[in-house]
């Protein structure tokens, strides 16, 4: 009975302490977009490009790197609210952790833009154009030079 009580109080505490991870590593942020279709309008409306940023947020590991190391910087932040519209299309596999249309929505724009790894980061003008693509992990300075090319192709528009 003892052993049996030891392991169900080990178990939870890993449990308890795996979905704290998962909350830490999730982007929860004013500057993204909650909702895709209103991402878009918002797009439109200010001429920008649209970020779409594919991730999982339980199981990929890069992806937690990304958030913590770029998506939640200073930085990071100041260069979005000027120049993107953001959202984020999470894929977990506990599919608690994001709303069912929410979900759906993002498996068919994965679907759709033919992601098969993760992270990728899209960006899409207001007609869902692909603007430019970045897949996989890569150091995270060498991202802000991608994010420039983009905005110098908006700046030619």
């Not at 030891?6 to 004013?30: H, Y």
């Not at 609210?81 to 952790?97: G, H, R």
């Not at 980061?121 to 802000?144: M, R, S, W």
Request: charged letters at 30%; one cysteine or more.
């Amino acid at each position: 009975m003892r052993n049996l009580f030891l392991f169900v109080a080990v178990l939870f505490f890993g449990i308890t302490s795996w979905s704290q991870e998962i909350e830490k590593d999730t982007i929860v942020d004013e500057i993204w977009s909650d909702s895709y279709k209103e991402a878009l309008k918002q797009a439109k409306k200010e001429k920008k490009p649209l970020l779409v940023y594919f991730k999982g947020s339980d199981w990929c590991s890069p992806c937690k790197k990304l958030d913590r190391e770029l998506f939640s910087t200073e930085k990071f932040k100041n260069i979005s609210k000027e120049n993107f519209v953001l959202y984020e299309a999470d894929i977990p596999f506990n599919q608690d952790l994001v709303e069912k249309e929410k979900l759906k929505l993002n498996k068919e724009l994965a679907e759709k833009y033919k992601v098969s790894s993760y992270p990728t980061i899209l960006f899409l003008n207001h007609k869902q154009k692909v603007i430019a693509y970045k897949k996989g992990l890569i150091l995270t300075e060498y991202y802000y030079p991608f994010f420039d090319s983009v905005i110098k192709k908006k700046e030619g528009n």
